[in-house]
C-alpha cells in the first residue's frame, strides 16, 4: 500500500473520529489503527460508507489476550476489494468483563466469527443474535484461549518435561 | 363449556406441522462431520440450525506452545485436502516475520506444488459433485489422477496426505529426477482425463438440470458473508489472492480468473473446473521458466542443515540442536500474510513477543466463514439441493473446526 492511500484512510477517520483514535501504525505493510473501545461500531460503518474507504469486506476478525496489561484486544481486519487496501481496527476491553457491540448489524460474517471470539476469549457482544459456545462444547466453563489457561493439565505427573523447559 | 357441546376448534389455522430430521453429524452424504437439524416443511427445508467443532482440536492453542517449525505440521490438518497450499503459507508468513529473500528458485517450485495441490483439492470437490448427482464414473476416472499428485507429494516430501512440505527458507531437497518424471507424467495424462470428465458432465443435461439453479447466492450476500475463493468468484466477484497480493512470483504468470454469474452449484462446478485447467498452465509455465539456484534460503536459524555439515561443522551442530529443540527466538511483530488456498483466502494473523512460540496465531480459515452462509442457501430447497450445496461449497471438516 502506498504512502497516499494510508493518509486517504486516516483523513477519512479524521473527518469524524479524530478523538476515538489513539495510535496509527504500519506493521509489516498492514496500516493499524488502534481505536477506543466505546465507538467501534461507528467507525466501521463510517469507513464502509465513507467514499475514500470503502471497507466492505471483512476479511477476519478475533481478540488477544494479554495478561500483563490485564485487557483483551478485538482485532478486525477489513478489506476494500476494489482498491485492494487492507485496514486493521484494534480496541482493547478489561480482561474481567470484555463487553463490546456486535458488528452483526454492519457484515452478517460477524456471526461466527463473533461466537468463536466469545467461545475462546469470554468477549460478549451486545445485540449478537445468537452469542453462545460454537467449537467448544456448550457445558464448558473457562475461556480457553486466555493466557491463564495452561495447554496441558498441570497436575499431570505421567509426563517429565524438565529436561526440555517446554 | 358445557359438557355435551363438541368441541369446535377456537383456531382453525391451526399451526401447520413441521418435521425435524437430523442431518449428520456421521451422514455419508455429508462427507465429513457436520450436523444440521433440519426444519422440515414435507421435503423442504425451512431452517436449518448447523452444530460445528465435532474435530476440534484446538490448534491456536497448541500453536502458542509450539516452536514455529513445529507449527507446519498443524496447518497440514486444516484443509487436508490441499495441505501443501497450508503449509507453504505458514512457512510465508515467518519469512514475511523474519524479513527473508527468498531464492526465486523456491518460489517457482512453491508455486508447482501449490498448483498440484489446488488441482487436487478441485478434483475431489468436483468429482464429489458429481457422486452427489448419481455419476460415479467421473468420480473414479479423476481419482486415479489424485493418486498420481499424492505419488508427486510422495516424491518431494515423503508424505501424501498430511504433508508437512518445505521448511521455513525452502524445500528440504530439490526435486528429485522421479519427482520431475512423474510431474511430466501428470502433466501428459491429466488433460486428456480433466478433457474426458469435462464431456462426461459439463454440458450432460442431466447434470445441468441438477445443478443450474440450485444452491445459489447473490455477489452482494456472498461479500456481505466474506466469502472467498471458487465460491466467492462464481458469484461473480474476481478476487483472487494470487492476482490482488502476489506472492511467491505469481505476477510473473499469465492466468486468468474464472467467473460465474449466478453462484450456484453449477457455477461454482465450472469455476473449478477452469481453475484446474489454468493450475495446469501456471504448472507448464514454472517450470519452463524455472530458474537455476539453491532450493533453500539462507536462514541457518530456520533450515535444518544438512547431516553430513552437522557431524563435520560446529556451527551446523548448533544450529540443527537449536532447531530441533525449538530454541530459537523469533523477533517481535505483527504480520498477516494470506494464500490463495483450495477453498478461498487462507491467511495467518501471527503475533510474535520475541519468544520461542507465536504469542498469538489466528487462521483465517476460509470455510468456517463461508458455511455460516450455508442455513440462508439451502433455505426453501430441497433435502437432496441441500447435500449437492454443501459438497459444490467444498466444505472440509479440519479447516471448518480447526
Redesign the interface.
Known amino acids: 500500500m502506498e504512502i497516499s492511500e494510508q493518509e486517504k484512510i486516516t483523513a477519512a477517520l479524521n473527518e469524524k473520529y479524530e478523538d476515538q483514535i489513539l495510535r496509527i501504525e504500519t506493521l509489516y505493510d498492514f496500516l493499524t489503527i488502534t481505536v477506543k473501545s466505546e465507538k467501534i461500531i461507528e467507525v466501521i460503518q463510517h469507513l464502509y460508507k465513507h467514499p475514500h474507504t470503502k471497507f466492505q469486506f471483512l476479511t477476519t476478525m478475533c481478540a488477544v489476550h494479554y495478561p500483563d496489561l490485564n485487557q483483551i484486544a478485538v482485532v478486525y481486519q477489513l478489506h476494500n476489494l476494489v482498491s485492494n487496501n487492507r485496514l486493521r481496527l484494534k480496541i482493547y476491553l478489561p480482561a474481567e468483563n470484555p463487553v463490546t457491540p456486535t458488528l452483526t448489524t454492519v457484515f452478517p460474517a460477524a456471526n461466527w466469527m463473533e461466537r468463536e471470539t466469545y467461545d475462546f476469549y469470554g468477549v460478549t457482544f451486545t445485540g449478537h443474535p445468537q452469542l453462545k459456545r460454537i467449537l467448544n462444547v456448550e457445558d464448558m466453563i473457562i475461556f480457553p484461549l486466555r493466557k491463564e489457561y495452561p495447554l496441558e493439565d498441570q497436575t499431570r505427573e505421567d509426563k517429565n518435561d524438565t529436561m526440555f523447559g517446554r | 363449556m358445557q359438557a355435551n357441546q363438541p368441541v369446535i376448534d377456537q383456531n382453525p389455522k391451526e399451526e401447520k406441522q413441521y418435521s425435524y430430521l437430523n442431518l449428520g453429524p456421521t451422514h455419508p452424504a455429508t462427507h465429513g462431520i457436520f450436523q444440521n437439524v433440519l426444519k422440515m416443511d414435507g421435503e423442504i427445508i425451512v431452517e436449518a440450525e448447523p452444530t460445528?467443532?465435532y474435530i476440534?482440536r484446538?490448534f491456536?492453542?497448541?500453536a502458542?506452545?509450539r516452536p514455529y517449525n513445529q507449527i507446519t505440521p498443524i496447518t497440514d490438518r486444516l484443509n487436508y485436502c490441499s495441505a501443501p497450499i497450508n503449509n507453504i503459507g505458514w512457512h510465508m508468513t515467518v519469512e514475511?516475520?523474519l524479513g527473508v529473500e527468498i531464492p526465486k528458485r523456491v518460489q517457482y517450485l512453491r508455486v508447482i506444488v501449490m498448483e498440484l495441490a489446488r488441482i487436487s483439492d478441485h478434483i475431489i470437490c468436483n468429482a464429489v459433485i458429481g457422486v452427489d448427482t448419481g455419476a460415479l464414473t467421473g468420480f473414479v476416472y479423476l481419482f486415479q489422477q489424485r493418486e498420481l499428485i499424492y505419488e508427486i507429494y510422495e516424491e518431494i516430501c515423503g508424505a501424501r496426505l498430511t504433508t508437512n512440505v518445505g521448511r521455513i527458507g525452502g524445500f528440504e531437497r530439490d526435486f528429485s529426477p522421479k519427482a520431475w518424471a512423474k510431474i511430466d507424467q501428470f502433466i501428459k495424462e491429466f488433460p486428456l482425463v480433466l478433457q474426458e470428465f469435462a464431456n462426461l458432465l459439463e454440458r450432460n443435461r442431466i447434470f445441468m438440470d441438477r445443478t443450474i439453479k440450485c444452491g445459489g447466492i447473490t455477489a452482494e450476500k456472498a461479500?456481505?458473508?466474506?466469502f472467498t475463493g471458487p465460491n466467492l468468484r462464481a458469484a461473480g466477484?474476481d478476487?483472487d489472492v494470487r492476482v490482488?497480493?502476489p506472492y511467491t512470483s505469481y505476477d510473473e504468470f499469465d492466468f486468468v480468473i474464472p467467473v460465474g454469474t449466478n453462484g450456484d452449484v453449477y457455477d461454482r462446478f465450472m469455476v473449478r473446473q477452469e481453475e484446474m485447467w489454468q493450475s495446469l498452465s501456471i504448472i507448464k509455465q514454472a517450470i519452463a521458466k524455472l530458474p537455476e539456484g539453491p532450493h533453500y534460503a539462507k536462514v541457518p536459524e530456520f533450515y535444518l542443515p544438512p547431516k553430513e555439515e552437522v557431524y563435520n561443522n560446529m556451527e551446523a551442530l548448533i544450529y540443527h540442536f537449536k532447531i530441533v529443540?525449538g530454541e530459537t527466538d523469533v523477533p517481535v511483530?505483527?504480520?498477516?500474510h494470506?494464500v490463495e488456498g483450495g477453498n478461498g483466502?487462507l491467511?495467518y494473523?501471527l503475533?510474535s513477543d520475541g519468544g520461542r512460540t507465536p504469542?498469538?496465531l489466528?487462521f483465517?480459515r476460509p470455510c468456517?466463514?463461508y458455511?455460516?452462509?450455508y442455513p440462508e442457501m439451502i433455505k426453501g430447497s430441497m433435502l437432496s439441493d441441500a447435500i449437492l450445496t454443501m459438497s459444490s461449497m467444498n466444505v472440509i471438516a479440519g479447516e471448518l473446526?480447526?
Do not use: C, P, T
Open positions: 460445528i467443532g476440534h484446538a491456536e492453542k497448541l502458542e506452545r514475511k516475520l461479500l456481505s458473508y466474506s466477484v478476487y490482488a497480493n529443540m511483530g505483527e504480520v498477516y494470506s483466502e491467511g494473523y503475533i504469542f498469538r489466528h483465517r468456517f466463514i458455511y455460516q452462509a473446526d480447526a
